[in-house]
């Protein structure tokens, strides 16, 4: 009878433990439960991130850096402070019309009916365009300033201190010899052993011809089929010279063929409805973004070659050589020079010359350095560029800012 009692017992404490853990468990989440609302509550979460928006540089004007720079109302320069509060704004810069040429730099003086661009300003009495231009030059001058290359060979710098020998080592004026070259030697011909031959003298009437005596000889191995001694020492070997290292000291002021093309300039091919002349002489207005519209004929001249593409369709020129072509695209650049677009505007009539002119910028890209003050609210610059294919002459560039 105990052992039931005792049994019951154990049972009734182990149930008791039990309810005890399970309140506990039900106390213990109920606190943590308190304890997260009341952390949100002093602890709110972050508000969500934006999500990543695609942004542009643009160059600030005079009083919005100005007015960046103010702290407190108040101006750190205190020049820019004490200026007047009904400072005008300054107005954008107005775009002139005409077209863009390049040429030699001016006079500095502006014509009042001049219709071109250039990165100077000049006025001549008559303008004239030169009987020859290319679109291979690198500096613009009215004619062609050097026919062909130069003889002597340059140095760059041209102040480059040089010797007037021949490169050698010595101090005699004989050139440099040939290391490699064949030393002195003697060449002697193969010979076979003859014996001596000695002939009696019977002279009188009746004897034949004289016969001279013949020495004898052993055999001679030579190696070759001549006998030829050059000059050379007692020793048997030449004595080559080292050459002249000549005096030093000496400049050489020639310039090198590359300088000179950097020197050397011609008239450019732009298309001039002026009187041809001996050379290209304008009334021109100064645009300080001439200079890179000049940069930018120069590069697409040199990828332009509309000849190619006229041979190969028209090989004796009775199909489209009939009048002259001019097609007018419009170029887009993005800030850095890069080319965006570039679509025919104005067309000449035939489709692969509009083509070529197309690709013709798409090999010269990119245009690097374009002018800030060229740059649009949309960061790219646009311009027309014009080509002209003169049937009598040849092909002509011409370079609009804008539509004429």
């Not at 001549?124 to 290359?149: F, H, I, L, S």
Request: charged fraction near 25%.
């Amino acid at each position: 009878m105990v052992k039931p009692e005792r049994e019951r017992n154990r049972r009734r404490s182990a149930r008791r433990r039990a309810v005890l853990a399970l309140a506990l468990t039900f106390v213990a989440h109920g606190l943590f439960a308190v304890l997260l609302a009341v952390s949100a509550a002093l602890w709110p979460p972050p508000p969500p991130q934006p999500a990543p928006q695609p942004m542009a540089l643009r160059s600030l004007t005079r009083d919005e850096w100005e007015h960046n720079r103010r702290v407190g109302g108040r101006a750190h320069d205190s020049a820019r402070a004490a200026a007047p509060a009904t400072e005008k704004k300054e107005e954008p810069e107005k775009e002139p019309e005409g077209q863009v040429v390049d040429v030699a730099p001016g006079n500095h003086e502006e014509s009042k009916d001049a219709r071109f661009l250039a990165p100077t300003a000049n006025q001549v009495e008559k303008e004239t365009r030169a009987r020859e231009q290319t679109a291979y030059y690198r500096n613009a001058m009215p004619r062609r300033t050097r026919q062909g290359q130069p003889d002597l060979e340059g140095a760059d710098p041209v102040d480059q201190m040089t010797s007037g020998g021949n490169g050698g080592r010595g101090t005699d004026r004989a050139p440099e010899a040939d290391p490699g070259q064949q030393r002195a030697a003697m060449e002697v011909p193969s010979m076979r052993r003859r014996e001596e031959i000695r002939m009696r003298d019977e002279s009188g009437p009746g004897a034949g011809p004289a016969i001279s005596n013949r020495t004898g000889s052993d055999d001679v191995r030579g190696n070759s089929d001549r006998l030829l001694l050059r000059p050379g020492e007692a020793t048997g070997g030449e004595q080559s010279s080292p050459g002249s290292a000549g005096p030093l000291g000496l400049a050489n002021l020639t310039p090198s063929p590359g300088a000179l093309d950097h020197i050397a300039g011609a008239a450019p091919n732009d298309h001039l409805d002026v009187d041809e002349g001996d050379g290209t002489f304008l009334n021109t207005k100064e645009w300080k973004y001439s200079g890179f519209f000049n940069r930018v004929k120069q590069s697409v001249g040199m990828q332009w070659d509309p000849n190619s593409v006229l041979h190969v369709r028209d090989p004796t020129g009775n199909i489209y050589g009939g009048r002259d072509r001019f097609t007018l695209v419009q170029v887009t650049l993005d800030d850095r020079g890069g080319l965006k677009d570039v679509s025919v505007e104005k067309s000449c009539g035939v489709d692969f010359l509009d083509l070529e002119a197309v690709h013709s910028f798409e090999r010269a890209q990119p245009f690097p350095n374009p002018p800030p003050g060229l740059v649009q609210s949309d960061s790219t610059v646009r311009f027309e560029f014009g080509f002209f294919i003169d049937m009598s002459t040849g092909p002509k560039l011409r370079l609009f800012r804008q539509a004429n």
